[in-house]
Each structure stands twice: as structure tokens, then as C-alpha cells.
């Protein structure tokens, strides 16, 4: 997704005392005089271009959302002792729009000119615009599974070290990642998997042919296809993947969730209630 103008202009941020305007859904927090918050006006111009650009997209991945790993991504933030919270919640709020499973490339160049536009006129200069740039180019977890398996372990190491020297990253990441998991994260799993992929729930039988019990056929990946299967996959690996210390102490709590969640469940497919 390309977020990039040629013009380089002054930010259009101040340097404040504390996080005002909008407020994370946690307890305020002191700050430091030279913290950078986002500006009301243009939040509130660029969260309309962003509900415009999400409007068909589905519950698990829609405004809603966004609005959730904004505030998240904010309360790490501070958490982090984070001075640009502007680039956070900038970064927070456009990470999904172009997102390949609701939207065809050929409209990302509509989407990309909107929010240009919209950058140059509030003067968010092209610096800040790369940095946001890059956090979103890195924020999936097929990348970083992709990147973590290559045989050159310098690939790896090269990608983490983008989140030591921008920790700002890491406090987006975390929040689009802690949102997928926990009580939320299940309902989002639930409702993608009808929503997009059709997926049945689960698809264990007592008479498979491999003779495994539950247990052994989640194990061995027989259930890759189902919701189910996504947590396996990708949802219990999150909690281990956080990048900030806050957001791995807040993932500790919502990965219980889904264990807790997942005993049951198989438990109640195999009718032992």
C-alpha cells in the first residue's frame, strides 16, 4: 500500500502535553511536553475516508476493528514511553484499507490518492509518510512466518531489527495481533470463516479413517480448512510473536481465553458436555 507524497511539508502534529482529542479506551497517562498527538481535524477526515474504503468489508474486519487497534495501539504506546503517538494512531487507522482479501489492486490507487491527499493537505510530511509506509508493509504474520523459515537466518534477524529501531512499529503490530486473538479474536475468527471462506467449523469425525482421536487430529493438522483449524495455524502462535513487554503481557490473558475456548469446544463436539 503506497501512503507516499511528494511533498515534503512540516508536520502537521504538535508537540503536547499529553494524549487529548482522542482518548485510548484506558486510563489517561502522564506524558512527556513533546509528545506528538494526531490533530482532531484531520483524524476526523481521514477516519470518514477510512469507513468509506471498509464499508463492504465484513464484521471481523471493519471499522470496528480499526477503531480497536487504534485505542490498543495507543495504550501500548504510552505504555512503551512512545513520543510520536501521531505516526501510531495514523499508522493504526489506515492499516487495513487496501487489505488483499476485501480489495482488488486495481483500487488501491483510489484508496492511496484519498488519504495522499488528504496527508499533504494537513501537512504530514513524506518522512513520517514512509515510516508509515513501512510499518504496514510489515505487519502481517504470513510475512514474518515467511521471513522466520527462510534458510538465510539474516533474513530474520534484519526484520526484527526494524522494530528495534522503530518501536513504533511493534506497538501496531501488537494491537492488530492482540485483536485476533481473546474473546474478540474468536468472534472475528467465527465470522471470517463464514463471512469470506465457507469454512465449516470443524470437520472431525469419530469414524475418520486415520483413526485419530481429536486431540491427534488437530496435532496433525487434519483440520487446516476450518475455523477451528485457524487457530492452530495462526491464532495460539500470536501470543509468542508480540514485540513490545506490553503487548506480551497483555497477550498472556486473551491466549488463556482461546485455550480455554478450544477445551471446551472440542470437548462439546465430541458430546461430552
Not at 93 to 109: A, G, M, R, S, T
Request: hydrophobic share 35%; charged share 25%; proline share 2%.
Amino acid at each position: 500500500m503506497s501512503l507516499l507524497s511528494s511533498n515534503d511539508k512540516k508536520s502537521g502534529s504538535h508537540a503536547v502535553g499529553g494524549v487529548q482529542n482522542h482518548e485510548p479506551t484506558t486510563k489517561k497517562a502522564k506524558h512527556e511536553y513533546n509528545t506528538i498527538v494526531l490533530q482532531p481535524p484531520l483524524r476526523k477526515a481521514l477516519e470518514q475516508i477510512v469507513k468509506e474504503c471498509m464499508k463492504n468489508f465484513d464484521g471481523s474486519h471493519d471499522f470496528f476493528h480499526v477503531d480497536r487497534v487504534r485505542n490498543l495501539s495507543l495504550q501500548i504506546a504510552i505504555k512503551e514511553g512512545i513520543k510520536d503517538l501521531e505516526l501510531v494512531e495514523l499508522t493504526a487507522l489506515l492499516h487495513d484499507i487496501n487489505d488483499h482479501k476485501y480489495v482488488e489492486k486495481h483500487h488501491h490507487q483510489q484508496n492511496n490518492q484519498k488519504v495522499a491527499a488528504l496527508l499533504q493537505k494537513h501537512e504530514i510530511n513524506a518522512e513520517k509518510q514512509k515510516k508509515m509506509q513501512l510499518i504496514i508493509d510489515n505487519m502481517s504474520f504470513s510475512k514474518e512466518i515467511k521471513l522466520k523459515n527462510d534458510d538465510n537466518p539474516e533474513v530474520y534477524t534484519k526484520y526484527l531489527q526494524l522494530f528495534a529501531s522503530m518501536p513504533e512499529m511493534g506497538c501496531v503490530q501488537d494491537a492488530d495481533r492482540l485483536d485476533a486473538i481473546g474473546c474478540i479474536g474468536i468472534a472475528r475468527a467465527f465470522c471470517f470463516g463464514g463471512a469470506q471462506k465457507n469454512r465449516p467449523l470443524f470437520n472431525f469425525a469419530s469414524d475418520n479413517k486415520q483413526n485419530f482421536n481429536v486431540k491427534q487430529w488437530t496435532e496433525h493438522n487434519e483440520c487446516k480448512d476450518t475455523t477451528i483449524g485457524h487457530f492452530y495455524e495462526k491464532l495460539l502462535l500470536l501470543k509468542d510473536m508480540m514485540k513490545t513487554e506490553t503487548g506480551k503481557h497483555m497477550a498472556q490473558a486473551k491466549h488463556e481465553k482461546m485455550t480455554f475456548f478450544l477445551d471446551s469446544f472440542l470437548k462439546e463436539w465430541q458430546g461430552d458436555f
